[in-house]
């Protein structure tokens, strides 16, 4: 039995469902029943129950690409805001793919307090401490560019489905992104006034990530965008 | 304030309400910028902001739990907000409130979710008038599902009371000076838990049963107004 | 605790500022919007919410009695006080006033009584024994820069909204406010001057200068803040930006 729409706006203690049903992120089980653990849409595949948060902080998971910003430094690397309940840590070994003797090198010529960096998650063991690396290219300190932050939640419906909707920005503005899953977004771009067209798109995705045919009105606010000052 | 001849009159109070009655009630989710999950309501004269941080880093770092997240509530009244001006900072009163508040709250939310780090809720009652622990109460459990912290339920609240031996809901300021007796509840609505209860002045068992019964259905109202605010938040229509 | 300002963030910030332009699309000379409500507490003798972009502030005035100073022992006393509430900011902690709530509460008080704007004198009740007492309180609600503007705005706005007690000693027909004293900041961000810094722009300037003047355009009270200078051409540039601001902001506490 299932009590709600697909798609519906649920709140923290809303039945969803009852009987035979697994229940995924953003939901919990008590006996027979699946509850709605946040606010967010319902979201019912086959007997699958999730909800979509709308709101909520980032927590690591490895693999993750985030954007983090270098707060302090330590003797062999830096702790880094990750605009999450956790700090991590990313060692200059990680950073420069290379042993660095601590001894002969003084490593605060790689980061700065202040620096952006584009890493990815290595590690989060059970206390929650997280390690980054950097291994692709493109990843390390990031320069220029404008610095968006969304809230985390939204992050999926900025990507798209396979990455649909970034692809669409990208192509429409041609500018470039880099999307953390923390909730902060680089776009970098020649022209000022198509980087701040990416932007806008990205914030009525955050304001709009619940309604759906979402991915075709961006397209059309961008061509709008695009044809206005021309 | 001075005494009201009488508190009732005919079946109504001061204000007009029947014994039964919740005072007019308003909440609104997300209305502070900075803050990850914010709540304003008001509950007659009451006006009350929740917001919450977090869950965020843990300092001091002593006071981290290693498996779980920490909830912190301050419970604070504006120095403008009562009839004599309230010298600002917490007080004995306040401190008590935030405790109680915390411990109302904490049953529903899933803090193991978030080992070593901290949820702080910050109330602030900006004008009162009587049942602003129960107004805190139900604007930061509207605040803590706006922040996406995840919840079991939310927590409804609400003051019954004993006033000229007539069981009342939602007590205002007469009522809960003159009156007999004041006893502030929270619950959690689904499960029918209560999570805060208070009393001081006399109940006999009766009058106690029947008080917390009035407390269930008040507590009910509040509930859907709570989830309503939710719901409205996101109910924002499409661009163009 | 601080936050810290990404370097991404502050380059672009400078730069925008360099072509002319603001990080929230206004003009260098542009205020944000601004919304006054006054008469928004009951329990307050006079109070105002004032929206400076997404800044909130809320201000309360009480009239209490009080003992006067021994050197004005005729004369009403007014007190500011300004909380930063933990509400308002990530960066802001429960726990005794900082430097910054104590700044900003002086500096508000500064305008109020250097222009004169309330007649204290006129709230004397009992000469030596007992006067009247002007308590200013500022709650900051939600923080977004500019809180020194939207506290005095809404300070001033505050007191217009004063109503008499209801009280055998208060002898005056209205409350005796005399002048509308109006503060505006401007911060100077790679040798450029803004006015009403958001928080962003707060973060990366130089200096900040905040000129409270009064209808007559003349200045009652002045602070500069931050560790960067301002040279004299640009005090003058500055005095002129937040007098023409000021004339503004003193159109919405009508």
């Known amino acids: 039995m299932i009590y709600v729409q697909n798609r519906e706006i649920v709140v923290p203690g809303q039945l969803i469902a009852e009987g035979n049903y697994r229940h995924l992120e953003g939901s919990f089980r008590e006996g027979d029943r699946i509850y709605s653990a946040v606010v967010g849409l319902a979201d019912i595949k086959g007997d699958k129950v999730r909800v979509i948060p709308l709101q909520g902080r980032y927590v690591p998971r490895v693999g993750d690409l985030v954007i983090g910003v270098v707060i302090d430094t330590h003797s062999s690397g830096w702790i880094l805001d990750i605009n999450s309940p956790y700090t991590a840590n990313l060692f200059v070994s990680e950073l420069v793919h290379r042993k660095v003797d601590l001894n002969k090198e003084d490593i605060s010529k790689f980061l700065k307090i202040g620096d952006v960096v584009l890493a990815a998650v290595k590690e989060v063991d059970e206390y929650m401490r997280v390690l980054l690396e950097t291994p692709e290219r493109g990843m390390g300190r990031i320069e220029g560019g404008k610095l968006v932050e969304i809230s985390p939640a939204k992050i999926p419906r900025v990507l798209g489905r396979k990455g649909s909707m970034l692809k669409v920005i990208e192509s429409k503005t041609g500018c470039t992104l880099a999307v953390g899953q923390n909730g902060r977004i680089i776009v970098w771009g020649d022209d000022p006034r198509m980087v701040n067209l990416a932007v806008e798109a990205i914030l009525m995705i955050e304001r709009e990530a619940h309604t759906s045919g979402l991915t075709d009105r961006v397209a059309l606010m961008l061509e709008g965008g695009k044809s206005e000052g021309k | 304030m001075e005494k009201p001849e009488k508190l009732i009159v005919d079946g109504r109070r001061l204000d007009g309400r029947a014994p039964d009655e919740l005072r007019p009630l308003k909440i609104k989710a997300g209305v502070l910028e900075r803050a990850d999950g914010s709540a304003y309501v008001e509950l007659g004269n009451n006006k009350v902001f929740a917001a919450v941080y977090g869950p965020r880093e843990m300092h001091p770092r002593h006071d981290q739990q290693p498996d779980a997240a920490v909830l912190r509530c301050r419970y604070s009244m504006a120095p403008f907000s009562v009839e004599d001006r309230k010298k600002p900072g917490p007080d004995r009163r306040s401190m008590e409130i935030s405790k109680v508040t915390k411990e109302a709250l904490e049953p529903v939310l899933f803090l193991e979710l978030y080992p070593r780090s901290v949820i702080d809720v910050f109330i602030e009652v900006l004008q009162a008038d009587a049942g602003t622990r129960t107004a805190g109460i139900n604007a930061a459990a509207v605040a803590l599902a706006d922040a996406g912290v995840p919840m079991r339920d939310l927590v409804s609240s609400v003051a019954v009371g004993k006033v000229e031996d007539t069981i009342v809901l939602d007590l205002i300021k007469e009522e809960d000076q003159f009156g007999t007796t004041d006893m502030p509840v929270a619950i959690i609505p689904r499960k029918k838990a209560i999570t805060l209860l208070q009393m001081d002045g006399h109940f006999t068992k009766e009058e106690f049963k029947q008080a917390l019964d009035l407390a269930f259905r008040g507590c009910e109202k509040i509930y859907e107004v709570q989830r309503q605010a939710l719901k409205e938040k996101y109910a924002i229509k499409e661009s163009g | ?254």
Not at chain 3, 65 to 80: N, Q, R
Not at chain 3, 101 to 128: N, Y
Not at chain 3, 169 to 180: I, Q, S, T
Not at chain 3, 195 to 221: K, Q
Request: net charge negative; with cysteine.
């Open chain 3, 1 to 254: 605790m601080e936050e810290i300002v990404s370097s991404v963030k502050r380059d672009y910030i400078i730069d925008l500022v360099k072509q002319g332009k603001r990080i929230d699309g206004r003009a260098l000379d542009q205020l944000r919007e601004v919304v006054v409500e006054k008469g928004v507490i009951k329990t307050a003798n006079g109070s105002a919410k004032v929206k400076l972009g997404k800044t909130q502030v809320l201000v309360g005035v009480k009239l209490m009695h009080a003992e006067p100073f021994p050197d004005t022992p005729e004369s009403g006393v007014l007190i500011v006080n300004a909380e930063l509430l933990p509400l308002a900011s990530p960066t802001f902690e429960p726990g005794p006033p900082r430097v910054e709530a104590i700044e900003l509460a002086r500096v508000v008080d500064r305008g109020i009584r250097e222009s004169e704007a309330i007649d204290l004198d006129k709230l004397g009740i009992k000469p030596g024994e007992d006067v009247w007492s002007v308590f200013i309180d500022i709650d900051v609600l939600d923080h977004d820069g500019g809180l020194i503007d939207a506290s005095a705005l809404a300070s001033i706005a505050a007191l217009t909204d004063v109503k008499p007690p209801q009280d055998e000693d208060w002898k005056l027909p209205g409350f005796p406010l005399n002048r509308l004293p109006v503060a505006v900041t401007v911060a100077k961000i790679d040798g450029k001057l803004v006015v009403d810094p958001c928080l962003d722009e707060e973060r990366v300037m130089d200096a900040r200068l905040t000129i409270t003047t009064i209808e007559d355009g003349s200045i009652c009270s002045m602070q500069k803040g931050g560790r960067g200078y301002f040279t004299r051409e640009e005090l003058e540039q500055a005095y002129d930006l937040a007098s023409a601001k000021a004339v503004e902001l003193r159109e919405k506490l009508r």
